[in-house]
């Protein structure tokens, strides 16, 4: 008899996304039962100050499987991100943004590649769709921190990532900004977890503005990373004890 498929936990971080947010869940609770009987999709609405917190409500009224956790005042990215993967009760937990600068319905590219011994399926984006500046401090941003950190990856912040609960049983997070992503990363890679990586694709922003793009958020990220390089580089206290380092598998 066939193996049942794994169980899969679905989950959005979304702030001020009233724009996007529906179709986003609508696709993802899509994307999600043609790969698996045993889902969830989640919304955790990080004390947004549009309607999003609306939205999410009434999709959680119309579709079984969704559900919503809302946080009374913004926690930061790092914060939804936390609750995200807290709330999660399934065996592969699969995140996104709300913002639709990437396809949920790809999420079945990442599902493929969760073979065992597989902890994580990370996706790089093909093309990044945004303007030319963004672009140049992406790119700026990846290379720093792959250096500074020692991370064999292609893309640290491309959010849409498929992993093994489990790992978070030994993977502990406690960014609450944008830099959780490059304390996940790290953190992951040194604790021996097993890595596959697909290109998806990136799409321009059709709602909204980029919370991340401006002097005072590029100011306060640099002083994250330096303090996260200190802690994880430096001090190292998350790899006690922890297995030798991860194998890559780039495809």
Same mark, same amino acid.
């Given at each position: 008899?066939?193996?049942?498929?794994?169980?899969?936990?679905? #989950?959005?971080?979304?702030?001020?996304?009233?724009?996007?947010?529906?179709?986003?869940?609508?696709?993802?609770?899509?994307?999600?039962?043609?790969?698996?009987?045993?889902?969830?999709?989640?919304?955790?609405?990080?004390?947004?100050?549009?309607?999003?917190?609306?939205?999410?409500?009434?999709?959680?009224?119309?579709?079984?499987?969704?559900?919503?956790?809302?946080?009374?005042?913004?926690?930061?990215?790092?914060?939804?991100?936390?609750?995200?993967?807290?709330?999660?009760?399934?065996?592969?937990?699969?995140?996104?943004?709300?913002?639709?600068?990437?396809?949920?319905?790809?999420?079945?590219?990442?599902?493929?590649?969760?073979?065992?011994?597989?902890?994580?399926?990370?996706?790089?984006?093909?093309?990044?769709?945004?303007?030319?500046?963004?672009?140049?401090?992406?790119?700026?941003?990846?290379?720093?921190?792959?250096?500074?950190?020692?991370?064999?990856?292609?893309?640290?912040?491309?959010?849409?990532?498929?992993?093994?609960?489990?790992?978070?049983?030994?993977?502990?997070?406690?960014?609450?900004?944008?830099?959780?992503?490059?304390?996940?990363?790290?953190?992951?890679?040194?604790?021996?977890?097993?890595?596959?990586?697909?290109?998806?694709?990136?799409?321009?922003?059709?709602?909204?503005?980029?919370?991340?793009?401006? #002097?005072?958020?590029?100011?306060?990220?640099?002083?994250?990373?330096?303090?996260?390089?200190?802690?994880?580089?430096?001090?190292?206290?998350?790899?006690?004890?922890?297995?030798?380092?991860?194998?890559?598998?780039?495809?």
């Amino acid at each position: 008899m066939d193996a049942l498929p794994a169980s899969l936990s679905v #989950f959005f971080p979304a702030y001020n996304d009233s724009g996007t947010i529906a179709s986003m869940v609508i696709r993802a609770d899509a994307a999600a039962a043609a790969l698996t009987p045993d889902y969830e999709v989640i919304v955790v609405n990080d004390g947004s100050e549009d309607a999003t917190a609306a939205i999410a409500d009434e999709l959680a009224r119309k579709y079984p499987r969704v559900r919503v956790m809302h946080h009374a005042q913004n926690r930061g990215y790092g914060g939804a991100i936390q609750t995200g993967i807290r709330s999660a009760t399934k065996d592969l937990i699969f995140y996104t943004d709300g913002d639709a600068q990437y396809d949920p319905a790809e999420l079945q590219l990442l599902w493929a590649e969760m073979a065992e011994g597989v902890d994580i399926v990370n996706g790089y984006k093909i093309s990044r769709s945004d303007p030319m500046h963004r672009i140049v401090i992406g790119r700026l941003y990846h290379h720093i921190v792959a250096i500074l950190f020692g991370l064999r990856m292609r893309d640290v912040d491309c959010d849409f990532r498929l992993m093994r609960r489990s790992m978070f049983e030994r993977v502990e997070l406690r960014q609450t900004s944008g830099v959780i992503c490059l304390e996940m990363m790290k953190k992951i890679q040194d604790a021996g977890f097993r890595m596959v990586e697909v290109p998806v694709h990136h799409y321009h922003r059709a709602f909204g503005t980029s919370q991340f793009f401006n #002097f005072p958020r590029i100011f306060k990220t640099a002083v994250g990373v330096a303090r996260l390089w200190i802690e994880l580089v430096m001090r190292r206290r998350h790899r006690r004890g922890r297995p030798a380092p991860v194998a890559w598998c780039p495809l």
